[in-house]
């Protein structure tokens, strides 16, 4: 997985006009300049209308601010090449993968940094035997000076915390979490595919945030959520679309079968272009209109891998357990019939 380019600086006006589709590998760490305005408020002055220029000028001042930077991706990745060799010394043919934000597009200069190690592609019971994994894990990480706070956590998942002391980076680690990679995987192609992308996802986690709603260990909605959420209404929710579904397009690259060790972030692909040419500071308030007023929660689940949404009655029929909690926020996994269940409803407002 190469590093990013060097950052560079864009006109947003010129970018929304000349290429909606905006598809580069090296955009980790670009700036987005929109013409100055004072002020964060979202509402004229003379009237209570919302002032969509205002709002686009400050989500695209945000995104400024708070995505990840390239020295934070080159450390992530120094610091991902110092543990690979370590931890080859004691599994030799295992690989070390960066998932999540990190990786997927939409980090922010606060994201810490999740690993899987893959030590074979046939599954091993959580519980116990990655578990032990990471014990062993755990021992080694112990002789490294520039490690420190090692904490291994049982669950169902266990996660072994650490932190990187050179470049202060907590970290995560997994065992085998092989939808983790192809969700990063996909998540990266889609963030490439037009400019407005990751700075509407990063706003929307901020937000969500300041509405205390992104927090998935006080039940409410991941930050991975978050992303679907907003991929959703930009395959479906939004017209004209902004983005198309690349499972769809691209079936035996974004498939579940697809050998992880092929799989590759830099790779350009060719996409149908998207007649939007709206504002990321409109799409922006659209998210909001689409879930507060027009998404049905209690008839639909959202579904990334269709490209649409699912019926509700047709998923309960397919998958029975949790029946009682189905009136919820129900968001299916991209590449497993997986539901992420939320215990809240109709939060969204504008």
Avoid at 125 to 141: H, K, N, P, T, Y
Wanted: aromatic share 12%; glycine share 4%.
């Amino acid at each position: 997985m190469a590093a990013r380019g060097v950052k560079r600086h864009y006109s947003e006006p010129a970018r929304q006009r000349n290429n909606p589709s905006y598809n580069d590998s090296s955009s980790e760490g670009k700036r987005y300049r929109p013409n100055p305005k004072s002020g964060v408020s979202f509402i004229s002055h003379n009237s209570k209308r919302i002032d969509n220029q205002k709002i686009n000028t400050f989500l695209i001042e945000h995104y400024n601010k708070m995505q990840q930077p390239p020295e934070m991706y080159s450390g992530k990745m120094q610091l991902r090449e110092a543990l690979n060799a370590v931890l080859k010394a004691v599994f030799p043919y295992a690989g070390l993968y960066v998932v999540g934000s990190s990786m997927n597009g939409f980090g922010t200069n606060k994201s810490d940094m999740d690993l899987c190690l893959m030590l074979t592609h046939l599954p091993i019971d959580q519980r116990q035997e990655a578990f032990d994994i990471l014990r062993i894990v755990q021992r080694s990480l112990r002789k490294l000076d520039f490690i420190s706070n090692i904490l291994l956590i049982p669950a169902k998942v266990p996660i072994l915390k650490f932190t990187d002391n050179l470049k202060h980076i907590e970290c995560d680690l997994n065992i085998n979490n092989h939808v983790g990679i192809r969700n990063t995987h996909l998540l990266n192609a889609y963030s490439k595919i037009d400019w407005r992308i990751k700075p509407l996802v990063i706003f929307v986690k901020s937000w969500a945030k300041f509405q205390n709603i992104n927090d998935a260990s006080q039940g409410t909605i991941s930050s991975y959520s978050i992303v679907l959420m907003v991929l959703h209404y930009l395959q479906c929710g939004c017209n004209p679309p902004v983005i198309p579904n690349l499972q769809r397009l691209f079936p035996n690259k974004f498939s579940s079968q697809t050998d992880i060790r092929s799989l590759t972030l830099n790779e350009r692909m060719e996409y149908p272009p998207s007649n939007n040419s709206q504002t990321v500071g409109k799409i922006f308030i659209g998210f909001l209109k689409y879930f507060s007023e027009e998404f049905d929660f209690d008839k639909y689940v959202i579904s990334i891998r269709t490209g649409t949404k699912l019926l509700k009655s047709t998923v309960i029929r397919e998958n029975p357990e949790n029946h009682s909690q189905w009136k919820c926020l129900c968001i299916e996994g991209i590449y497993i019939l997986y539901i992420f269940i939320y215990l809240l409803y109709r939060f969204f407002t504008i």
